[in-house]
C-alpha cells in the first residue's frame, strides 16, 4: 500500500473530504448495512468500521472519484469478512443457474407472472421490505444496489467484484424471486391469481 | 414500423423482450433504446404489462426501503474514533 501514489492531503483537507465526500452517503451506507445483517447493532458497527477504514485510507482517495461506490465497496468486503464467514451456511447462489439462466426455455413464463398491479397497490405495510428481507444476501444486494441506489452495472461489478454479465443475471433472478415472494403476500391478501 | 432494432448486440442476435425489459429497467438503455421500446410496448403486451409491473414494484422498494436514518450518536462516535487516528 505505501507504494500507491497518493494525494497529499492536509489534516484540515482530510477532514473536508470526510465531511463533504463520505459523510453524505451514511443514511445509504447505514441502510445497506442494516439491510444486509437485519441487525442495527452489526448495521452501526459495519458502517463504523467501514468510515474509519475509508479515512485511515483517505490519502488513496482521489478527489473526483464515485466515493459512494468506493464506501460500498468496502462495507459490502467487511460484512463478507466479519459477518458472513461467522455463519459456516454457503451461499445459496448457484452460480452455475445463474448463468445458464437466459438459455432456459423458460423466458415466456418469467415475463407473465401472476403478480398484479392492483395487488401491490394495497402493500402499505411491511410486506415489500419484509419481502427484500427474505432473499439470499447475494439477491438482496443486487436489488438494494440499483433500485435503492441507482448504481449501474460497471458500478455494481467494481463494488460486488463480479462480471457484469453476473451482475446482470444475479439482477434478474433477485427480481424474479422477488415477485415469486410478493406473489404470495398478494395471495394472502385474498388477490386471487388469474 | 421496421426502424432496426437498437438493442441487437454485437453478435446480431436480436435481444428478447426479457432482455429489453431489463436494460430498461436496470436503467441501461440509450435514449434510442428506451425510444424503441415505447414503441414496442404497443405491439406487445406481455412487454406493457411486465413493464408496468416492474415500475411498480421498483418504486415501492425505494419508498418503502429507504429513509432510515443512521443513529445520531454514530457519527459522533466516528468523528472521536477518527481523531484518535490523526
Ligand atoms: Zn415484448
Known sequence: MEETPRAKYTEKEKVEVFNNEFLPHINSMYNFGHRLTLDEDDAKDLVQDTYLKAFRFIESFQKGTNAKAWLFRILKNSFINDYRKKSKEPSKVDYQEVESYYNSDDVHHQITTDLRVESLQDMIGDEISNALNSLDVDFRTVIILCDLEGFKYDEMAKILDIPIGTVRSRLHRARNLLKDKLSVYAEKMGYKNP | ?86
Do not use: W
Request: proline share 5%; net charge negative; charged share 30%.
Open chain 2, 1 to 86: 414500423m421496421n426502424r432496426p432494432n437498437p438493442f441487437t448486440g454485437s453478435s446480431g442476435k436480436k435481444s428478447t423482450c426479457l432482455e429489453m425489459l431489463h436494460a430498461i429497467l436496470d436503467g441501461d438503455a440509450s435514449e434510442e433504446q428506451q425510444e424503441y421500446f415505447r414503441e414496442h410496448m404497443d405491439e406487445c403486451m406481455p412487454c406493457y404489462k411486465s413493464h408496468e409491473l416492474d415500475i411498480q414494484i421498483k418504486q415501492l422498494i425505494k419508498s418503502k426501503c429507504c429513509g432510515t436514518h443512521v443513529p445520531l450518536d454514530l457519527v459522533e462516535k466516528i468523528r472521536r474514533q477518527m481523531n484518535s487516528i490523526t
